[in-house]
């Protein structure tokens, strides 16, 4: 009786917690939560990793360029000395510190797999905490005490991303650490999951294309504003998966219907969610593959190892919170070390899937793994250093970066280009009807917005 009067209750505060009127969501969601009430239990399937490892030793050898280097394609790890991101839930680490179901509302942006720094990787696996082993004096992660330069924000959608950018590139500007012009950054991007999850109801008014828009936006932003920087872009987690997480007990499904709502609307609807959620990464690969963001001291690689991943009941669960919608503190260091290693995958070569990504077996367990430790001679892929080398996404100790010539890949980059004309000119035509529907809409930019300046560039918003 106690476990399921627990359960009620974080069903509600989960419910309250995003509800704003009572629709026809809000009276099924009801409904659901009277279904189960007088159950025996809230048929939970979460299991229980508080106990399970979520950090893993780190010994690399560290190698150091000799002198800073002027190009983003020779990138080791030591030379990356700030370290930022951008996104929703997940990249802020919402509830991913949870102990209990009345905590899941609280951000743990300290343990976030793609800004947190607290303590060290033996303790947690983020980005952060691996790339201090190669550069002990990395700025930019996020604390207990600091949010450091993490400016997700929980809730966020695609057509946030463009401010959230230049919040970002006005704190890295203002930071007396950095040295804005000379220091070289990483910043990742993990946004889209609330657009998908949402897109049922919304398509009449947000479609592939308007958050392809966005994401241009947001990029042809940083690409002006931010120099030395290497931008990841990881791939949102396939709504296949969410709806199998969603039918994990009455607390998920619940949290879901109102969360989530297209995940828990039926195959058919999901099917629909998944060909737009395809949609929009084409229309993104192909954007990349033009070359466009190809510079010397600025590169955009898509990390694709969530975009096929595989749900499975007892596994999946493991490395969800408490809410069943974000990661628990396991599940962030997975998450870590699938992009760590996606970082050093060819370009054609990446896994596109979390297990295969990680390599860490049908648990997830992090016991007896280490972290992936790149050759001397190995940098941060690049489509500009990967050329096209493909390789077995298992096969991380025999990685190396691709030695083709520079014509050679000049060559790729020119067929690229061309053949990525067509796309990059309905993307532009997209940002067009993007901003059009965003005025329409009253949208306008925060004082001091990089937009509002006409010597920007940038078109004002009003």
Known sequence: MATMLKCVLFAILMVEAHSISLENADKNMINRLAEYISSEDCDDSRVDTSSEPTGVPCNCEVFKSDKIPTSVHELRPSD???????????????????????????????????????DNVETIVTLPNILKKFNPSLVGFSTERSIGLNVAETGARLNELACQAAELIDMMKSDKRINYEQDWKMVTILVGGNDFCNYCV????????????????????????????????????????????????????????????CVTAGTEIVAQVHTAMEKYQDLLNSLIET??????????????????????????????????????????????????????????????????????????????????????????????????????????????????????????VAVSV????ICLVAIIAGVIGYRRVRQRQGYSEPEGHPMMSSSAGYTKFS
């Open 80 to 118: 990356i000395k700030v370290i930022g991101a951008i996104g929703d839930g997940i990249t802020a680490g919402s509830s991913a510190g949870s102990d209990s179901i009345l905590d899941t509302l609280t951000e743990y942006r300290e343990l976030s797999f793609l800004a947190g720094g607290q």
């Open 418 to 421: 061309i053949g990525g004309c």
């Open 202 to 261: 919304d398509k009449d008014d947000a479609t592939s294309s308007d958050f392809m828009s966005a994401m241009y936006e947001a990029l042809e932003l940083l690409m002006d504003e931010m120099p030395r920087v290497f931008i990841n872009i990881v791939s949102t987690v396939n709504p296949h998966d969410l709806s199998t997480i969603a039918s994990q007990g009455s607390v998920c499904t619940t949290v879901y219907m109102k969360s989530c709502p």
């Open 291 to 412: 070359g466009r963001y190809e510079k010397n001291d600025f590169t955009v690689v898509v990390q694709p190892y969530l975009q096929n991943q595989v749900a499975d009941k007892s596994v999946e669960m493991s490395l969800m919170s408490q809410d069943c919608i974000n990661l628990n503190k396991k599940g962030q260091a997975v998450y870590a070390m699938g992009l760590w290693r996606s970082m050093f995958s060819s370009i054609k070569g990446k896994p596109t899937d979390l297990r295969t990504a990680v390599n860490l077996g049908s648990s997830y367990s992090l016991e007896g793994a280490e972290i992936y430790c790149p050759s001397e001679n190995q940098y941060f892929v690049t489509s500009t250093n990967s050329g096209s080398a493909t390789f077995s996404a298992n096969s991380f100790d025999t990685m190396a970066v691709d030695d083709s010539s520079s014509s050679s890949n000049g060559a790729i």
